[in-house]
């Protein structure tokens, strides 16, 4: 028992391993070649778990190996175009100019239910307001909607915006993210005051963050009266 459970520990901090080493990408966001080493890394992690008649290396040098060639597979697909265009295929016009190319769903073998589908999906409900659709390689479909259909901007109205930065997490739980404090050059002596104008601690916070014009905002934890 104790040697299942150390095998399924070492490969399941492998699987992470290399799953990281892949990249952040969703399932649905992956290339098929990516796709296909994953569900491969999958299969040969489970064989050594639940069999302890296999050697724990006939599991583990598989996954190395494939691992290894995803790696390979997407540095050639980062360097050379073509290479790229042949391992993941290239992206799809699915509808130009309001017109649904036939032709090219039938190459896909995309049907026009699932077409429909993700247009509504896009709150696209007319196949005439759209612009352009394509299928990209990893199949989504984006949407670019026609110029009149297009939300209204500020550019649009030649009104001037203000510069907005990303909201930056201060206090997790408990815990002062120093980093972001750095990131938005501020230091621990300004957080003790804005903690100290509301009565509270760090350890009492659950959520502190400052929002994209760079004001602070708190909650405190649960069952913290300030």
């Given at each position: 028992?104790?040697?299942?459970?150390?095998?399924?520990?070492?490969?399941?901090?492998?699987?992470?391993?290399?799953?990281?080493?892949?990249?952040?990408?969703?399932?649905?966001?992956?290339?098929?070649?990516?796709?296909?080493?994953?569900?491969?890394?999958?299969?040969?992690?489970a064989i050594p778990m639940q069999d302890?008649?296999?050697?724990?290396?006939?599991?583990?040098?598989?996954i190395l190996a494939l691992a290894l060639?995803q790696v390979t597979l997407s540095y050639?697909?980062?360097?050379?175009?073509?290479?790229?265009?042949?391992?993941?295929?290239?992206?799809?016009?699915?509808?130009?100019?309001?017109?649904?190319?036939?032709?090219?769903?039938?190459?896909?073998?995309?049907?026009?239910?699932?077409?429909?589908?993700?247009?509504?999906?896009?709150?696209?409900?007319?196949?005439?307001?759209?612009?352009?659709?394509?299928?990209?390689?990893?199949?989504?479909?984006?949407?670019?909607?026609?110029?009149?259909?297009?939300?209204?901007?500020?550019?649009?109205?030649?009104?001037?915006?203000?510069?907005?930065?990303?909201?930056?997490?201060?206090?997790?739980?408990?815990?002062?993210?120093?980093?972001?404090?750095?990131?938005?050059?501020?230091?621990?002596?300004?957080?003790?005051?804005?903690?100290?104008?509301?009565?509270?601690?760090?350890?009492?916070?659950?959520?502190?963050?400052?929002?994209?014009?760079?004001?602070?905002?708190?909650?405190?934890?649960?069952?913290?009266?300030?």
């Open positions: 028992m104790l040697n299942i459970f150390v095998r399924s520990l070492i490969l399941y901090i492998v699987v992470v391993f290399v799953m990281r080493i892949m990249g952040k990408r969703q399932i649905g966001q992956l290339q098929p070649f990516e796709l296909v080493i994953t569900i491969l890394i999958a299969e040969l992690a302890v008649g296999v050697p724990f290396i006939h599991g583990l040098v598989p060639a050639f697909s980062l360097k050379s175009e073509k290479f790229r265009a042949f391992i993941c295929g290239s992206p799809n016009i699915v509808i130009e100019n309001g017109k649904i190319k036939e032709k090219e769903l039938e190459k896909l073998r995309y049907n026009l239910n699932d077409l429909l589908e993700q247009l509504r999906s896009k709150d696209m409900a007319n196949v005439s307001d759209v612009e352009f659709a394509i299928l990209e390689t990893g199949g989504q479909l984006n949407v670019i909607p026609k110029s009149q259909k297009r939300p209204v901007t500020p550019e649009d109205l030649n009104i001037s915006t203000k510069y907005e930065a990303i909201p930056l997490t201060i206090i997790m739980d408990g815990h002062i993210q120093h980093k972001n404090l750095k990131t938005a050059n501020l230091d621990i002596p300004w957080l003790y005051d804005q903690l100290k104008s509301q009565n509270i601690k760090p350890e009492d916070v659950f959520f502190a963050y400052l929002d994209s014009t760079g004001v602070f905002h708190m909650q405190p934890k649960e069952g913290v009266v300030n």
